[in-house]
């Protein structure tokens, strides 16, 4: 399972904050807009492929996508919680 992968040592490209697991209800949330078509990463592309996970950066304002266990931890492939029309502090795991 993803959330069994080691990230201590991860950092967000973008903040260089620490990254930390996300909540299983903020990914039903994200991946109910993929179905729809209404989650777009933060280079500007709509998203099709649903999530299997997320890690956040402390502030909360970027989900990084895991699928197949595989964080991508590149800028461009951030999805922006805010513009994402989701609550900051919702779905995240602080563990």
Sequence with gaps: MADDLPISFLRCPITQSPLRWADVSLIRKLNERCRTGRLVNRGGR???QALDAGLIDLGSRFLYPVRNEIPTL???EAIPLAEA????DE?????
């Design 91 to 95: 779905g995240v795991n602080n563990d």
């Design 74 to 76: 590149v800028a461009e």
């Design 85 to 88: 029309s989701l609550c900051q």
């Design 46 to 48: 709509s998203l099709d």
